[in-house]
């Protein structure tokens, strides 16, 4: 039995039925090992792999001088905000930021279907998760770290943003929205 | 009992644990087919 | 040598070491409190997260979900395994243990330290929860209390290896091996050395960052650090439970490996590959890269999903080969059903089996999946996906050999058997369907760590989920209820049985 010590020799072959197994099972996980990297080169969707230190500061910075050039301007030419967060329209295929804060996410990005952008994603505070309703697209921000996920919408709407990384007591009350047009 | 049952000490086990497989490969195709509703990122 | 402070087991025929006997109680005996301690935590949490309900605040909520996540996934299954360490060496091998106050030293540590972080999280100096991630911060008696309970848990473990050696050296146990299930906890003990490693390395730079010693704590650093505390304790936590499965097969059916090569190289594969494959938890993290995290995640990773593989056809096998020997042989699955399901052991050990293979394994090595990966992160998919691992798997599988130890180390029968009977069958479906709800919710998106899907405190932008979730959600609530229950019939006739149960 298992609790008492093993024969002399009991380094023997296996039977059939755990060769079969260990075939099948090998088999298998040569297939979901090798998907990875081809996932990587032929897939569409893939962990983002650009990122750089940055100081909290200078991202900061970065971000409020992408906001302040993308605003979207109502017909007066008033800057437009949604809930106090600045609405944006950044250039397709260019750079925008979103800036992960306790406990907020800005700015309200609006992004035209089809196209790619260079969102860069970083945390002035603690670890945050950026997490995206209802696509469920979930994608880490560490404060001292830009980083970039390129991401091209590929549907329409109104979709929202919620913290999946515990950041203090207002960690729940942090949401945003990111808004996708035709 | 076939010839290979015989052969198998195991049989039942060997039943059981290829309707694992299957569940594994079906969940893995499910989210493989999820993944690829989400947008384009990289 | 004393032979008179040995006793002759008389179900088992193995030689006791009476002061091991007395550390195993004492490790049991503490694993049973703080089971009970996090079970209390799960409930109150639990019916905070099912939005019928919303028991706790926001405080609180966080509070004893740190409180929840030590208390279970360190403090309660680390005494048992130090327990499992001694009954697998001693016990098994008929051999006194090494030192028996160097394991009264270790119990007191690990003792001193759980309580030491239990109060400094009750007390709000350490709303950090379990991963406690700077740049959040803990009061410095938090990381010093974990760093006591690590350290007392090494020395069990080294003691474990010197008793390991000296019945080796005094030949107490025919042949040249260890029977299989030390085997099995042999490597389970290898692993939590570079665990408890990896625990050290992270656990004392943190404490000076918290006395202010250290200036800089880098996120991403500590994330890769702990990681390989966090998750070769989970490989760790696998492999103890494996070998109780072996354990509980033999004591059970009397059941033989099918092939001790098989078995064997199997844990040997836990042991070299696992210690590195923690970067399926950075899967959609900055700094590392895509090369980096496939390769861990895939190759590194997959050598020890191998490993389960084998286990996961090489246990059930045994236990048909030991059943149909006893002369259930018709058709494919008279074994299966002619099987002792009265016995709570066994029928903890199945429903272990069980769950572990179907929903733990399967939705780890998928959500392990570096894209899979971008559906999955920090959702409430990962924490069913945990639960189905630690709780239906390898907590499960130490209620059912705890109806072993109680007739074989606490020598008193089972208390209110027909309520044994029952409590792996209602912790096993509880838990089965408490970790499914919680990755059909997570599927939706449902965060985990969160207090408030329903309304996000009021905020603005506060958005209506799926109705769906909604439904899962309130499944989530009574599965746990239901598990819960199942904890505490455990924790009640394993306390009963001491307290109250015939001496055998």
Redo the contacts between chains.
Sequence with gaps: MSIYPPDKIWWKPIDREEKIWLILSVIWLMFTFFLMPVLHVYGKQNPPELSYSVTAARYEDLANKFIQKYQVKDEQGNPVALNGVPVVHPEPGGDAYIIARAWSWEPVLELEKGKTYRIHLSSLDFQHGFSLYPLNMNIVAIPGQDYIMRIKPTSSGEFSILCNEYCGIGHHTMVGKLIVKE | MSNEDRKLVAPGTLVLAIIFLITFVAVYFLNLKYLSSIWEIR | MAEQNFRTCSI?G?KVHLPVERLIKANTLTALIFIAVGGAAALLAALTRWPAVHLLG??WF?RILTAHGFDMLIVWIIFFEIAALYLGSAV?LGVRLAAPAVGWIAYILMLGGAVLVNIMVLAGKA???FTS????MAHPLFYLGVILFAVGALIGTILFFATLYMARKEKT?????????TFGLFAAASISVTTLIHGAGIYIPTLLWSLGIIKNM???AYRLVWWGLGHSSQQLNVTAMISIW??V???SV?????????C?TAFVLYILFINVASEHHL?????F??AH??WN???IM?LA??AS??H???V??????AL?KKGYTKG??E??KMAPWGNPAFSATMFSIFIF??LA???G??FG???????????WRITGHFHATVVGGTTLAFMGVTYYLLPLIFRRQVWAMPLAKIQPWIYGIGVAILSSSMMLAG???I???????AN????????A??PTVYMWLGVFGIAALMAVLGGIIYVVVAFGTVFFGKKV
């Excluded at chain 3, 059930?316 to 080969?321: H, K, M, R, S, T």
């Design positions: 088992t193995l926001p405080e966080y098994l709303d950090v929860l991630y700077p740049p959040l146990y025919t042949h040249e091996s260890f029977p299989l299930v880098d996120p991403s072996y354990l097969g033999a004591l009397g059941m033989k490996p099918i092939n001790e090569k098989f064997r899967l959609v993290d900055p700094v890269g895509s995290k496939i995640t895939g190759y997959h999903v191998l593989m084998i996961a056809i090489a059930p096998a045994g236990i048909e080969v149909r494919l699955f074994w299966f293979g179907f394994g399967i939705t090595v998928t999946n570096a894209q899979i990966n971008i559906t999955a992160h920090n959702t599927a939706y998106g965060p985990r760590r969160h207090w408030d899907i996000f405190g009021g905020s603005p932008f506060a958005f989920w799926d």
